[in-house]
């Protein structure tokens, strides 16, 4: 919304504007300065503070295998496993969604966004218990599938509103040369919607990475826990001790996120990317 | 779990082009219909398993006397609504709704919602080089891992933190957040971590508002909040609805900022009821009654997807 019309008040009330702007984006920004001045300082406390002299020992102390590699290593088979998982059942389900009209497409797809708005937060009592009697407590495997199918609502709504936009003359052609549904699929449709699965994938992936709550409740051993569990632990035992630490390594921890979130608006998105990668 | 299927999305919505191909002129018979349906079972078996199960499990266990350890662990006992009578005399379920009702009005409902819509608003005229000031500091908060989020929000507002640090650099008092306030503290940790939602749901709405009718408005002598009341904000209706729903379904399933930050409490002074089930199952083992606490959670995400569902109208175009 730009205003196009000049008046004499307009550059006074840019100006207050902008430092009205400005003052909301220092009040965001402290918690996050603090994160990274304490990571940089040997002896950071809760408050914001310059550091005496900068320096890297928090990462050195906190980057050892055991404290750092092995559960960002269990984040990443966590999430990595989830997304592929999420996105070849997103693919498959949103091609008769999208390409074919069926009766059983609208409730199918009012089902989906139904699932999409409920809290999963509130399903995890239930969820602990039907594990415990499913036996698959501690099982990263089930955990995977688990996050897969909480992350799949959404990721079916992506993926056809995606695919929708490619257009169906080309897997026409597929088939008049005498390709199956499934290999015109495969060799047409995923090519062509490649930036938009990765958009899919990397919305679930940072889903999953972030999530604490699920491997909290649903895994019990220490070495198959992943960061977000693992900082947390941290947390309770050393928080109020070792803040520069703490800091440290949830930077470590929140680095890969970042850098997929900046290749999503950046490199694939625009604005459906960044109005649809949303956070757990 | 939050997500936009959003009116804004742009480049999201399914052009009416891409129905189904014109070379089938055929009704297709049942069989064909069914092996085409097939692409859908491993996503129909996983959320069949994993959605639709603890749903049905959740409302199953409700009525049944389940706990951690103990007999009642591994054959629980039928106790029909015992649990919800319980839930019903217990002090602590009106002080966790009402608590989860105020986390919800004022982080998501004011805070979240106001605050982007006035950021948007802001940022549309704003210089450049501020633009992205605002955009790269808001939406890192968002972006960042909850917990990450969580403990920089439990720094901020600690005995010893920033925050104190601001008032003592002004002479006032220092407060101890987190016992004294824990409410205000996390409401406003919610609001630090989500406005970036909202502000950009209302970033792309307002980018599809044309200038001409802004424009007309000015011409037309309507001052700047005139402008907005009687222009913008009808022409966003949608996005505002959207926008609404989305972030209160996000917050009403907040839970590892609330229990980083003071654990619900002191003395359940913070205890929205997420955090609620979880002690209940896990802090006092009784699982059972945590699962009905889960069940009415379940229902209030229920009743609002569906009014979610009813503004979207997926519908219109699938």
């Known amino acids: 919304m730009t205003t196009s019309i000049a008046s004499p008040r307009r550059s006074v009330s840019r100006g207050v504007s902008s430092a009205v702007l400005l003052a909301v984006a220092a009040c965001f920004l402290l918690p996050l300065a603090w994160l990274l001045l304490a990571s940089l300082d040997t002896k950071a406390t809760a408050s914001l503070n310059l550091p005496a002299e900068f320096s890297l020992a928090n990462f050195s102390a906190v980057l050892t295998p055991e404290q750092t590699l092995w559960p960002l290593w269990n984040s990443f088979l966590l999430s990595a ?35 999409t708005g409920l809290p999963i937060t509130a399903m995890m009592v239930p969820v602990y218990s039907m594990f415990v009697r499913l036996g698959q407590l501690d099982s990263v495997a089930t955990v995977a599938l688990f996050m897969a199918a909480t992350s799949l609502p959404m990721a079916i709504w992506m993926t056809k509103n995606f695919m929708d936009s490619v257009p169906v003359s080309l897997e026409e052609a597929a088939w008049i040369d005498g390709a ?61 001790v070792a803040y520069g630490q703490l800091a440290a390594f949830s930077l470590l921890y929140s680095i890969p996120v970042i850098v997929l979130y900046i290749l999503v608006t950046k490199g694939i998105g625009g604005s459906f990317a960044t109005a649809g990668a949303i956070k757990g | 779990m ?66 951690l350890s103990g007999t009642a662990a591994s054959s629980p006992r039928f106790v029909g609504l015992d649990n919800y009578l319980a839930l019903i005399t217990d002090p602590d379920f009106p002080n966790a709704l009402w608590l989860t009702v105020v986390f919800l009005l004022l982080s998501a409902v004011i805070g979240q919602n106001f605050l982007g819509l006035g950021l948007a608003l802001l940022t549309a005229a704003a210089p450049k080089a501020v633009r ?53 503290a996390v409401i406003l940790a919610n609001i630090w971590r989500g406005t970036a939602f909202s502000m950009m749901i209302y970033e792309a709405a307002l980018n599809d508002v044309a200038p001409e009718i802004t424009e007309a408005a000015v011409i037309d002598g309507a001052g700047g909040w005139k402008r907005l009341i009687y ?30 930050m003071t654990s619900g409490g002191p003395n359940q002074r913070s205890t929205t009821l997420p955090i609620f089930a979880y002690a209940e199952a896990f802090g006092l083992g009784k699982v059972g009654y945590g699962t009905a606490i889960a069940t009415v959670m379940l229902l209030i995400g229920a009743v609002f997807s569906i009014l979610y569902i009813r503004v979207l109208k997926p519908g219109d175009n699938s």
């Not at chain 2, 009416?16 to 009704?27: F, H």
């Not at chain 2, 949608?238 to 590892?256: D, G, Y």
């Open chain 2, 2 to 67: 939050t997500a936009t299927p959003t009116r804004t999305g742009g480049a999201g919505r399914p052009p009416q082009a891409a129905r189904r191909p014109a070379a089938a002129g055929r009704t297709p018979t049942a069989r064909r219909s069914l092996r085409r349906a097939v692409p859908l079972v491993p996503a129909v078996v996983l959320l069949a398993l994993f959605m639709l199960g603890p749903v049905i499990w959740s409302v199953y266990g409700s009525f049944t006397n389940a706990s």
């Open chain 1, 81 to 115: 496993g989830c997304a592929v998982i999420t996105v070849l059942a997103a693919v498959l389900a949103a091609y008769p969604l999208s390409r074919h009209q069926a009766r059983y497409n609208k409730p199918f797809l009012y089902g989906v966004l139904f699932g």
């Open chain 2, 132 to 184: 992205s000031v605002v955009a790269t500091t808001v939406v890192t908060a968002w972006v960042l891992p909850e917990i990450v989020a969580a403990f920089a929000c439990y720094a901020f507002f600690s005995s010893d933190g920033t925050l104190n640090r601001m008032l003592a650099a002004v002479n006032a008092e220092p407060v101890d957040w987190l016992f004294t306030y824990p409410m205000a």
């Open chain 2, 231 to 260: 222009v913008t904000v009808p022409m966003i209706r949608n996005s505002i609805s959207t926008n609404l729903m989305l972030i209160t379904l996000q917050t009403l399933s907040v839970f590892t900022l609330i229990f980083v």
């Open chain 1, 180 to 240: 199956s549904a499934m290999r015109a699929l495969r060799t047409v449709v995923v090519p062509l919607m490649r930036p938009g699965l990765a958009v899919v994938f990397i919305f679930v992936f940072i889903q999953a990475w972030g999530n604490f709550f699920i491997p909290f409740i649903l895994l019990l051993s220490n070495h198959k826990q992943p960061a977000a569990v693992t900082v947390f632990n941290f947390f309770g035992q050393y928080g109020s």
